[in-house]
């Protein structure tokens, strides 16, 4: 009888993969639903395509590497890797592009390395990093203004349309810059009064942004009740954040305030469902504090001085360089040892 040979981890659960990743695409779904409602069909037609392009990637090379195809597919893993794809991507972005990202993700930044456990790098933001570096274009400008679903903004069939065939159709009217791209670009021109009164903004904090960011956030949240995270990632990455926000951005005539830096763009997603990934971020708990304030500290420093508007692909893939030193000088303390005693030995010590 052959036996099945795996790659790291190891580590028993109750809980066994497969059920961690519906976890974690059970909880990405309020954030895909508000990014539904408030921009139109683009990104659940991105999920869709992502989450099918992904899996039938991963088929592929497994069938390639003579693995056992049904076996590994049935972790979920691929499926979130699509997933996390979907929801970053532009909503219009060409099914192309999209495509080129989870191809990169599932077989050079996962498979190549041998799997599951294997990979040192997120493999979802090195496809986003990818496609972003060279398709600068279709990344920036495919963003879809907010306009509430059936008030509005595209229907299902002009979203598809421009996704799978590059139909210009009346959709170029409703694409529009981030907030954060829209505000990095016009603040050294304008005062923030008069770049806050674009309509990219609305009446709120991003217009239809903060309530993305919110649903992520909340599903977040559940994880770390279930217990699937830990909440040291997400605290340090947003701790990072506004750390670096109060020191440096409190003129909001020359920085972003901190309120976009948290409601706008992808902060909650990154912070919660891309930066925790198990096997490409810190182990320890000490580890992950360090590890998510370094990707924070990353996010604002490319913001603020950087080209990009929003820099949590790249914040996570440069934390992800640093995973090996975090983790030799941050190991957990092994199972039955207590913690080192710290200062100056006591009378009852020996």
Not at 28 to 53: D, K, M, R, S
Not at 225 to 244: C, D, N, Q, S
Not at 273 to 285: G, K, N
Request: proline share 6%.
């Amino acid at each position: 009888m052959a036996l099945v040979q795996q790659s790291s981890p190891h580590a028993h659960n109750a809980r066994p993969t497969s059920r961690v990743m519906l976890w974690v695409i059970i909880a990405a779904l309020p954030g895909l639903l508000a990014q539904t409602v408030f921009f139109g069909w683009g990104n659940l037609i991105n999920v869709v395509w992502c989450i099918v392009v992904a899996l039938a990637s991963e088929a592929a090379f497994l069938k390639l590497r003579g693995k056992p195809v049904a076996f590994f597919l049935k972790d979920n893993t691929a499926a979130v890797t699509g997933l996390l794809l979907g929801l970053s991507l532009p909503q219009f972005a060409p099914w192309w592009v999209s495509t080129i990202a989870v191809i990169t993700a599932i077989i050079i930044a996962k498979q190549l390395y041998g799997g599951l456990g294997s990979n040192p790098f997120n493999p979802a933001m090195v496809g986003y990093a990818l496609v972003l570096i060279s398709f600068p274009v279709a990344m920036t400008t495919n963003w879809a203004e907010a306009a509430m679903l059936f008030q509005g903004a595209p229907g299902f069939g002009e979203t598809l349309a421009r996704i799978f065939s590059g139909s210009q159709t009346a959709i170029d009217g409703w694409t529009m810059a981030t907030p954060l791209d829209e505000y990095k670009h016009k603040i050294g021109s304008h005062t923030a009064a008069e770049v806050l009164n674009h309509p990219t903004f609305g009446e709120g904090i991003a217009r239809g942004w903060e309530w993305v960011n919110a649903a992520f956030l909340a599903g977040g949240l559940l994880l770390v009740f279930l217990r699937i995270i830990t909440w040291h990632i997400p605290a340090g990455f947003l701790g990072g954040l506004v750390v670096m926000s109060l020191a440096f951005g409190a003129n909001p005539d020359q920085y972003a305030p901190l309120s976009l830096h948290l409601l706008a763009g992808g902060t909650m997603l990154g912070a919660f469902f891309i930066a925790t990934d198990p096997v490409s971020a810190a182990t320890s708990h000490h580890g992950k504090l360090i590890y998510g304030a370094g990707i924070g500290v990353l996010i604002y420093v490319i913001r603020s001085w950087g080209n990009y508007p929003d820099a949590v692909a790249f914040g996570v893939l440069l934390m992800n360089f640093a995973v090996p030193f975090i983790d030799y000088y941050t190991p957990p303390r092994a199972y039955g040892h207590h913690k080192a005693r710290r200062g100056l030995p006591g009378k009852n010590q020996g």
